[in-house]
Every structure is written in structure tokens, then in C-alpha cells.
Nanobody, 124 residues
Framework: EVQLVESGGGLVQAGGSLRLSCAASGFVTIDYGIGWFRQAPGKEREGISRISMREGHTYYADSVKGRFTISRANAKNTVYLDMNNLRPEDTAVYYC?????????????????WGRGTQVTVSS
């Protein structure tokens, strides 16, 4: 059974930084992919970044490009999202999601497994 557990959310002032972690377990091979999504109140869920665990290929949505960095630690089956220069509009619940075979898309329907989410609040 695949499980994903996020951690690292919290309250930060605008311009500050946070690191989110996604601990994965239960994937059979290293060919899986992890995506980060977020959902703000009253808004649709947005895919913001993804990484393939074998090759380390990454992708960022325009809304976070240049500010967020996704990385992986395969030995720990963990994916990180380093968020810098945070803005109030980054406030949302952040979810990590997994897919058995990493694909290039960042659509939520491409992901079969989801964590429970972690709250990120950026004050102005």
C-alpha cells in the first residue's frame, strides 16, 4: 500500500522560506513520480511541481518557477519542496501526490495516491 506523508507546513511572513517534505512508502520500483499540488480556499487545486524519482527530471508551474525548488532523496524515499520568497498568494494546503510511473503531466487525475496535506500560511 502506497502512503504519502507531508510535513513542514506552517506560518511564515512574506518573503520568508519553508521546506516541505513528502515521505513515500509502498512503491514497488523507483520509476515513480511525485507531484506537489496546492489548494487555496475557494480555488481549484493547482499543480505546482513534480519530479521523477529515477532520473530526477523536474517541472515547475509558472506561478512558482524561480522561487520553489523540488528535490529528492532516494535513499529516504523523500521529496522536498523548498519554497523561497513566499507571498501571501502562496497560502494554501499543500499536497504531495504519487504515480507508479512518472509521466510528464502535472494534472491531478494522473496521480493515484495522495497525502493528507499540510497548511502553509504566508502573512503580509
Amino acid at each position: 500500500e502506497v502512503q504519502l506523508v507531508e510535513s513542514g507546513g506552517g506560518l511564515v511572513q512574506a518573503g520568508g522560506s519553508l521546506r516541505l517534505s513528502c515521505a513515500a512508502s509502498g512503491f514497488v520500483t523507483i520509476d515513480y513520480g511525485i507531484g506537489w499540488f496546492r489548494q487555496a480556499p475557494g480555488k481549484e487545486r493547482e499543480g505546482i511541481s513534480r519530479i521523477s524519482m529515477r532520473e530526477g527530471h523536474t517541472y515547475y508551474a509558472d506561478s512558482v518557477k524561480g522561487r520553489f525548488t523540488i528535490s529528492r532523496a532516494n535513499a529516504k524515499n523523500t521529496v522536498y519542496l523548498d519554497m523561497n520568497n513566499l507571498r501571501p498568494e502562496d497560502t494554501a494546503v499543500y499536497y504531495c501526490a504519487g504515480q507508479d510511473i512518472a509521466v510528464t503531466a502535472l494534472d491531478d487525475y494522473e496521480y493515484d495516491y495522495w497525502g493528507r496535506g499540510t497548511q502553509v500560511t504566508v502573512s503580509s
